[in-house]
Nanobody, 114 residues
Framework: VQLQAFGGGLVQAGGSLRLSCTTS????????MGWYRQAPGKQRELVAH???????NYADSVKGRFTISRDNAKNTVYLQMNSLKPEDTAVYYC?????????WGKGTLVTVSS
């Protein structure tokens, strides 16, 4: 299984970005897809995740601003990020987990300027 995240970039505070994570390989083994982020000097943290059934969970810091969704037909998970803040600046990673599996994609950098 391979995961590839893209869509990062530079945006002003208050702006929006949409990240995408495409999966390839034995994607049926992946049950939960998530987005994580790691800011400079900080630990990697969960941003949001979504199950195969569509249940979602968000970090308190992004609730109401970020939306995670998935298109199973395209094997793609999205993270719509609105009302971005400078503290959202980080490398964003997608992750796919299932029974006994744990896959990470390479990160995509999001920079929010004040």
């Amino acid at each position: 299984v391979q995961l590839q995240a893209f869509g990062g970039g530079l945006v002003q505070a208050g702006g929006s970005l949409r990240l995408s994570c495409t999966t390839s390989g034995s994607v049926s083994s992946i049950k939960v897809m998530g987005w994580y982020r790691q800011a400079p000097g900080k630990q990697r943290e969960l941003v949001a995740h979504i199950t195969g059934g569509g249940s979602t969970n968000y970090a308190d810091s992004v609730k109401g601003r970020f939306t995670i969704s998935r298109d199973n037909a395209k094997n793609t998970v999205y993270l719509q990020m609105n009302s971005l803040k400078p503290e959202d600046t980080a490398v964003y990673y997608c992750r796919g987990t299932g029974y006994g599996i744990d896959y990470w994609g390479k990160g995509t950098l999001v920079t929010v300027s004040s």
